[in-house]
């Protein structure tokens, strides 16, 4: 479990630090992520040793969902004018979302399928 947790904070670190080194408009954790799961996918990490500490933060993702949504409360004045903007923006990127995430599957299965 510490080793786990050793290495998903490691990749977090080094995340935060090239987003702030390059002076990046992407968060240092999901660049730390990215890294993540390319080192899990050529095996430079054992998955077996971050798995463990994985499920358990999967299983707690709502606990870490409190903090930004009373975070959002604050804010309530300007989420209460600006509502039809936030809506719209939500509702457009979450179809530009599935749309991207659809086509990159499509693509993958058929790529897939043409190797087997």
């Known amino acids: 479990m510490i080793e786990g947790l050793f290495f998903i904070f490691l990749f977090l670190i080094i995340g935060e630090a090239i987003s702030k080194a ?3 408009p992407v968060p240092g954790n999901v660049i730390g992520m990215v890294l993540l799961t390319f080192s899990l996918s050529r ?7 971050v798995k463990g500490v994985a499920d358990i933060l ?11 949504g009373v975070g ?11 509502w039809l903007a936030i809506s719209v923006s ?10 991207v995430v659809g086509i990159v599957q499509k693509k993958f299965d058929d790529k897939r399928r043409q190797g087997d």
Do not use: H, Q, R
């Open 22 to 24: 390059a002076d990046l």
């Open 58 to 68: 999967v299983k707690n993702l709502a606990l870490l969902f409190v903090p930004p």
């Open 43 to 49: 095996g430079w990490v054992d998955i077996s040793k």
């Open 72 to 82: 959002l409360m604050v804010y309530f004045d300007l989420l209460k004018k600006e």
């Open 90 to 99: 939500w509702f457009l990127s979450t179809f530009v979302v599935l749309g």
